[in-house]
């Protein structure tokens, strides 16, 4: 079974994030960038079913700018065989995204596709389920645990109140909780082999996708900063504050 | 938050290197490029954040236990170790025939600078592998490379370098560890080691001991000193482990600082069954010893650096979030806003940054002379400047780092007499950077004996070309010219004291000279260390200002960096000059 896994190239976790003077959006210009924190545990669980032999080769795509070569590399050190990037702009939409995927869903053919529920930048928590909407494949998202039985793949996910386990018919999408696994660190040998592995590139035209853009960004804004709390003097004090200021009860 | 390698700072000064010393001309580094560097360094950021950092306090608080003759390190020490070997680190820059990545030393710089800013303590180590390694590939026969060195390379067993006893310190000649020649050709060893780093340890199931010993008739002093393997467990022919060699732990030393490294005293052949096998010939140890050093050497300085990014980190930090005091506004304000917190933050950076550059230079230029296709004269230029910079760089980087630790205390002020902050654990750890691998007086007085007067000045006077060169570039710039001219002067003191005190023109100098000469050494060194960071934040200016996709942002920090440590810094090198020209006689006047 192949696996085919997504990976994005976003903001290090590390950096503090600052928006551009004019307001148009996120400052990206020189500040460190690093694979999605979620793909990473969607390559690492990829890389452990191939390590289990239940899977025989694990591919990881990018939609994204040149330097997405980084990030693929870096997978392809944790173990993947080989990486296509589609190259494009930046700030490419889920539905853009998910219909590159689907093109190579339909070429590769992977008996699992496995994501990051969400990147850590956009957040927009959408790709997965637009694939799995464009392949008519179905989908386990936010699993925290992950399990092939035949042609059978267990998803438990993390729901409102408790775990929900279910069973999905392969071929299909999985997306990955924060507790599915803990990336592993490459070993220095495998970052050297993973110069060699190889990376194809494409463009969105040659998988037919035309990038159309459904929204437009007005403004971007860093949260406002946090007030300093105040002191009461007695517990009605607190609760009619909580009452008449606040609204919350 | 703990430690986070300075990536783009790195990134930066590790291209620039790779691309001044020319080594991607090389057709063996062909692939050994700055991407591949950048994929390197990004892993290892990753790694020394991840695991290495968070175990260094744990190391300091908790320290190495000796119980009933065993060492056992702190917490997580083992795991850690377990991590580091198997992701293939400790053979980074270790040749691929014994299972090593064979990386260029201007990959592992930076890599190995994250190490030792993450977790000092743990990862000494690690240059002893690196470092015993070279003796190795350098003296022992094929034999001893075959059943030791793929172990020592993946990491399975570790190095110990046994070289100082009780009597015998910085002076190795007076060191009396015997060595009895056997029959079948190997050599009993006895005798007792002390200030051992790693000696014994539950890290590993063997540890290789390279031990300086006497044979019975050897020449008395240094040139009677020859170096000999003795592992714990005696290794057969084909590598698998063997009995207990006799070599045992008899305590680790209640130190200052590093507390999670383990300094060991070991005794040798108590049972007078402790067999060792020569390494390379018969008295030329210290010859072994002096490969070693070089590499200890720049490590240590490298230290410096990375202490000091790790104390610079932890003290900016800080003065963003505490607020005291107000500013002219009269609005309470983060101290990193007072200016004398700014100036402090300023010397640490700007020194840890020119230090960086300098060790990265070194680093790659060793590179360059290790791969060059013709050894020749300029070849030797190159090897001669690197001996020249060896001991600024390690004196120089390690003193301004235990200045810089005390800062770090400052900026966080009371807080950072008290132990929780953590902080203290940088001035503790630092103190020791001055005194092993050669002291600074040793480093001193190695510069400008053997540097600087053994050639006649040549080295020395090569660079204060380079350095007058480049300064002239900057003449007529707005910011930089006062700065260019100063660096001149700088320049042109070094060279008249070259002719007036350090060379004495009929090369015959009395002994009151030389006395008068090692007395100002250190103020000379300081001097040549200043003028060196000088030289390479012009240097980084220079370079990036023709470079395309700079970040202007970063460039307009890095030229007020500059010129802040031509401000602040460099007029102390003209006094260190002027203490150098006058002070050197006094020292006698005085009784003791």
Redesign the interface.
């Known amino acids: 079974m192949k696996i085919l896994v997504g990976v994005k190239r976003v903001i290090d976790y ?1 950096v503090k994030v600052r928006v551009k003077a004019d307001q148009s959006n996120v400052d990206l ?2 500040v ?1 960038m ?1 694979m999605n924190p979620f793909c990473e545990i969607a390559v690492e669980e990829a890389v452990r079913l191939k390590e289990a032999g239940v899977a025989s080769e694990v591919i990881v795509m990018s939609v994204g700018t040149t330097q997405s070569q ?1 990030q693929l ?2 997978a392809m ?1 944790l173990g993947a065989d080989r990486a296509i990037l589609v190259e494009a702009e930046s700030d490419v939409e889920p539905l853009n995204v998910a219909k590159a995927f689907a093109a190579v869903v339909e070429k590769e053919q992977p008996g699992l596709v496995i994501l990051g529920k969400q990147s850590i930048d956009s957040d927009n928590n959408q790709m997965g389920q637009m694939l799995a909407a464009l392949t008519k494949r179905p989908q386990g998202t936010f699993a925290s645990k992950l399990v092939i039985d035949g042609d059978k793949a267990l998803v438990t996910r993390e729901i409102d109140g408790g775990l929900r386990t279910i069973a999905l018919t392969l071929p299909a999408i999985v997306t990955t909780d924060l507790r599915l696994n803990e990336p592993r ?5 495998d ?2 082999k ?2 060699r592995k190889p990376l194809e590139t494409l463009s969105l035209a040659d998988l037919g996708v035309t990038s159309k853009a459904h929204c437009r960004i007005d403004k971007v804004e860093a949260p406002a900063t946090r007030s300093a709390g105040i002191k009461v003097a007695s517990v009605d004090e607190l609760i009619s504050k909580l009452k008449d200021e606040a609204k919350v009860i | 938050m703990t430690y ?1 390698a300075p ?2 700072d790195m990134q930066l000064l590790v291209a620039q290197a790779y691309q001044q010393q020319g080594l991607d001309a090389l057709e063996s580094l062909d ?1 050994f490029d700055p991407e ?1 560097a ?3 360094m ?2 290892a950021a ?2 020394a954040a ?2 290495l950092a968070p175990l260094n306090s744990v190391g300091d608080m908790q320290g190495c236990r000796f119980q009933d003759g065993n060492v056992i390190t702190p917490d997580g020490w083992q795991d850690a170790y377990q ?1 580091f070997a ?4 400790i ?2 820059a270790l040749p691929e025939e014994f299972g090593g ?1 064979g990386l260029p030393k201007y990959i592992a710089q930076p890599v190995n600078e994250m190490w030792l800013s993450a977790n000092l303590a743990f990862v000494m180590f690690h240059a002893l592998a690196q470092g015993g390694s070279e003796i190795l590939l350098a003296f022992a026969n094929e034999s001893i490379q075959k059943r030791y060195l793929p172990k020592i390379v993946s990491g399975e067993w570790t190095v110990a370098m046994a070289l100082t006893e009780p009597n015998a310190g910085s002076d190795l000649g007076a060191l009396n560890t015997k060595a009895i020649p056997q029959q079948d050709g190997t050599y009993k060893i006895k005798g007792q080691k002390i200030y051992i780093t790693y000696g014994d340890h539950d890290l590993t199931d063997n540890i290789a001991h390279l031990v300086l010993a006497r044979t019975p008739d050897a020449p008395t002093g240094s040139r009677g000193i020859s170096l000999f393997i003795v592992p714990k467990y005696r290794v057969s022919e084909d590598g698998s482990l063997g009995e207990f060699n006799d070599v045992h732990c008899t305590g680790i030393e209640h130190k200052m600082g590093l507390h999670g490294s383990p300094t060991c005293s070991i005794s040798y052949g108590d049972q007078d069954d402790c067999v060792g096998e020569l390494v390379g010939e018969l008295n030329q140890g210290l010859m072994a010893m002096f490969v070693l050093m070089n590499e200890a050497r720049l490590s240590c300085g490298l230290q410096g650096v990375a202490l000091g990014e790790l104390g610079y980190q932890r003290a900016l930090e800080y003065a963003k979030e505490r607020t005291q005091g107000t500013n002219s506004q009269g609005e309470k304000v983060a101290i990193v806003e007072h200016a004398d917190v700014k100036r402090m933050l300023l010397e640490m950076r700007s020194e840890t940054f020119a230090l960086r550059a300098l060790g990265y230079q070194i680093a790659a230029q060793i590179d360059a002379t290790e791969s060059a296709v013709d050894k020749t004269e300029s070849n030797q230029i190159k090897k001669d400047r690197v001996a020249l910079l060896t001991p600024i760089f390690k004196a120089f980087a390690t003193e301004r780092v235990n200045v810089m630790a005390g800062q770090v205390i400052q900026v966080f002020g009371g807080m950072g007499f008290v132990e929780e902050t953590g902080v203290a654990q940088i001035m503790r750890d630092a103190r020791i950077t001055t005194i092993y691998e050669g002291t600074t007086g040793i480093q001193a007085r190695d510069l400008m004996f053997r540097k600087v007067r053994g050639d006649q000045g040549k080295a020395l006077t090569e660079l204060l070309a380079d350095i007058t060169q480049l300064a002239s570039s900057f003449e007529s710039d707005q910011v930089f010219a006062a700065m260019a001219k100063e660096t001149q002067q700088v320049v042109t003191k070094v060279t008249s004291l070259l002719d007036s005190h350090l060379l004495n023109s009929q090369g015959n100098t009395s002994s009151s000279d030389a006395t008068s000469l090692h007395a100002v050494s250190v103020p000379f060194l300081e001097a040549m260390g200043i003028l060196c960071c000088t030289w390479q934040l012009l240097n980084v200016l220079a370079y990036q200002q023709v470079q395309e996709n700079t ?1 202007e ?2 460039m307009q920090n890095l030229r007020a960096l500059a010129a802040f440590y031509g401000a602040y810094r460099l007029p102390s090198a003209m006094a260190a000059l002027k203490v150098v020209e006058n002070a050197g006689a006094g020292v006698s006047e005085y009784e003791f």
């Open positions: 590390n210009t020189n460190k690093a980084e590399r870096n050190a660190y490459a070993k220095l040998p970052i050297m993973a110069k | 986070q990536y783009k692939g591949l950048n994929a390197v990004e892993e990753k790694f991840g695991v991590q198997e992701s293939g680190w053979g980074l990545q970040d942002s970063y």
